[in-house]
């Protein structure tokens, strides 16, 4: 349907849409390397792959770019509706892969495991890649994802026949750091947490949907832009209900430019407010690495209060505990902090590490020691479960003290990134 304000801007579509259009992709930093992992996990037979965001991060939307990204040689089963038992995901996941036809009688469990197991050799002896992707995978319960676990069973002595995506908000990750589904987080061999656009990101992506649908290239001043990014904190779907509600706002006032007065208007219509809300799962990890800043009626900034001074724990700043000597960080002490981090989120944490540092510019063989105190907070917000976040901040602290050479925690700090494997919970 043509909306009112594409013939008055220009558009040959309407920019914002918030349906997952492949059609307007933009990767970011984050997408990007998401994307390049979850395609890398299906392609290289790694088995059980998990990738988590915030609501509305475009999740969705990456899914169909793998999809897109994947070969000819790659079978998918994409599953998005509920499901309610163990029967109803073997049903399921027989009909994506065309075993049985739709709406036709519930078969015994045995049936649908025997013609999957059938059509993965099949595939496996003509070099074809299997790949299950499910959607919103946090809402399944405990009994499916035991099921889930039990599909990456098929396998050869060498490699795992079916290669399984699980796709969700943070939830799923807390869900699968639980005790009780301990045996399925053994299985996951790559994980990766989609983040929100940063700044530029946020403007980047604005340009780039106006550009695809062939609408003014500046129709947003810079202040519009920045109010765009503090209201949706960077949030994609955010962004395109923002930004398509200014441009009628604009076009219902006789404007060819969006104001940052527009934005304002728009979000309080919106009832969004300057304080980003992320999901219970997160608002103890989730802490802005670029300062989320509020507006002030007359155009000024401030900070808001407590940003940038504290940890998400509440507790005394790692910054606090920075070196304030000169220099790098021993390799070895990345080493010791993989070990801490990877009790946290899984065989991840190498890569979820390297992936910090080079953010802020660096490489871990030259990577500056008043930088590391940043380091510890922004790895930190990778880990969802509270305790086990708790746990890396703690220890993360002790190794940061040590390098500043009081003997006693330098002793500590010895021991610790001498026996990587020796974690603060084992030396309580």
Same mark, same amino acid.
């Given at each position: 349907?043509?909306?009112?304000?594409?013939?008055?801007?220009?558009?040959?579509?309407?920019?914002?849409?918030?349906?997952?259009?492949?059609?307007?992709?933009?990767?970011?930093?984050?997408?990007?390397?998401?994307?390049?992992?979850?395609?890398?996990?299906?392609?290289?037979?790694?088995?059980?792959?998990?990738?988590?965001?915030?609501?509305?991060?475009?999740?969705?939307?990456?899914?169909?770019?793998?999809?897109?990204?994947?070969?000819?040689?790659?079978?998918?089963?994409?599953?998005?509706?509920?499901?309610?038992?163990?029967?109803?995901?073997?049903?399921?996941?027989?009909?994506?892969?065309?075993?049985?036809?739709?709406?036709?009688?519930?078969?015994?469990?045995?049936?649908?495991?025997?013609?999957?197991?059938?059509?993965?050799?099949?595939?496996?002896?003509?070099?074809?890649?299997?790949?299950?992707?499910?959607?919103?995978?946090?809402?399944?319960?405990?009994?499916?994802?035991?099921?889930?676990?039990?599909?990456?069973?098929?396998?050869?002595?060498?490699?795992?026949?079916?290669?399984?995506?699980?796709?969700?908000?943070?939830?799923?990750?807390?869900?699968?750091?639980?005790?009780?589904?301990?045996?399925?987080?053994?299985?996951?061999?790559?994980?990766?947490?989609?983040?929100?656009?940063?700044?530029?990101?946020?403007?980047?992506?604005?340009?780039?949907?106006?550009?695809?649908?062939?609408?003014?290239?500046?129709?947003?001043?810079?202040?519009?832009?920045?109010?765009?990014?503090?209201?949706?904190?960077?949030?994609?779907?955010?962004?395109?209900?923002?930004?398509?509600?200014?441009?009628?706002?604009?076009?219902?006032?006789?404007?060819?430019?969006?104001?940052?007065?527009?934005?304002?208007?728009?979000?309080?219509?919106?009832?969004?407010?300057?304080?980003?809300?992320?999901?219970? /799962?997160?608002?103890?990890?989730?802490?802005?690495?670029? /300062?989320?800043? /509020?507006?002030?009626?007359?155009?000024?900034?401030?900070?808001?209060?407590?940003?940038?001074?504290?940890?998400?724990?509440?507790?005394?700043?790692?910054?606090?505990?920075?070196?304030?000597?000169?220099?790098?960080?021993?390799?070895?002490?990345?080493?010791?902090?993989?070990?801490?981090?990877?009790?946290?989120?899984?065989?991840?944490?190498?890569?979820?590490?390297?992936?910090?540092?080079?953010?802020?510019?660096?490489?871990?063989?030259?990577?500056?020691?008043?930088?590391?105190?940043?380091?510890?907070?922004?790895?930190?917000?990778?880990?969802?479960?509270?305790?086990?976040?708790?746990?890396?901040?703690?220890?993360?602290?002790?190794?940061?003290?040590?390098?500043?050479?009081?003997?006693?925690?330098?002793?500590?700090?010895?021991?610790?990134?001498?026996?990587?494997?020796?974690?603060?919970?084992?030396?309580?």
């Amino acid at each position: 349907m043509k909306l009112l304000y594409q013939e008055y801007f220009g558009f040959r579509q309407a920019p914002f849409n918030v349906t997952p259009d492949p059609g307007f992709l933009y990767l970011s930093a984050s997408h990007r390397e998401g994307l390049a992992q979850i395609s890398y996990g299906i392609k290289a037979h790694r088995g059980f792959i998990v990738l988590t965001g915030e609501v509305g991060t475009g999740k969705t939307t990456l899914i169909h770019a793998l999809l897109k990204d994947l070969d000819g040689n790659t079978q998918t089963a994409l599953l998005f509706s509920a499901i309610m038992n163990s029967l109803d995901l073997l049903r399921c996941v027989c009909e994506e892969f065309n075993l049985v036809e739709p709406l036709q009688p519930a078969r015994e469990a045995h049936d649908y495991l025997s013609l999957l197991n059938e059509f993965l050799l099949q595939n496996y002896r003509k070099g074809q890649t299997c790949a299950l992707i499910i959607d919103e995978a946090q809402n399944l319960s405990a009994e499916v994802l035991e099921s889930i676990r039990l599909l990456s069973n098929f396998e050869t002595a060498t490699d795992k026949l079916l290669q399984i995506l699980l796709v969700g908000q943070p939830e799923l990750a807390v869900r699968i750091n639980r005790p009780e589904l301990r045996q399925l987080k053994q299985r996951v061999t790559l994980r990766y947490q989609l983040r929100p656009l940063s700044l530029q990101e946020c403007e980047n992506y604005v340009a780039n949907r106006l550009h695809i649908a062939g609408g003014p290239p500046a129709l947003f001043t810079k202040r519009a832009l920045e109010a765009i990014y503090i209201y949706s904190a960077g949030i994609p779907r955010l962004v395109n209900v923002l930004g398509d509600n200014a441009l009628l706002t604009a076009f219902a006032l006789g404007k060819k430019e969006v104001d940052n007065s527009i934005i304002r208007e728009v979000a309080e219509d919106l009832a969004l407010s300057t304080t980003p809300v992320f999901s219970p /799962a997160e608002q103890l990890s989730q802490t802005r690495s670029d /300062a989320v800043r /509020a507006p002030r009626s007359e155009g000024k900034w401030i900070e808001p209060k407590g940003a940038g001074t504290q940890n998400s724990l509440g507790n005394a700043p790692v910054s606090s505990v920075i070196p304030l000597n000169q220099g790098n960080v021993p390799v070895r002490f990345f080493d010791a902090l993989v070990a801490q981090l990877t009790e946290g989120m899984g065989p991840m944490a190498n890569i979820v590490l390297r992936d910090q540092v080079r953010q802020l510019g660096h490489r871990i063989e030259s990577f500056p020691k008043i930088k590391l105190g940043k380091l510890i907070e922004s790895t930190g917000q990778e880990i969802l479960d509270v305790s086990m976040r708790q746990e890396f901040l703690r220890t993360a602290s002790e190794l940061i003290k040590g390098l500043q050479g009081t003997p006693l925690e330098s002793e500590r700090a010895e021991r610790t990134m001498s026996n990587p494997k020796q974690t603060g919970r084992s030396q309580a």
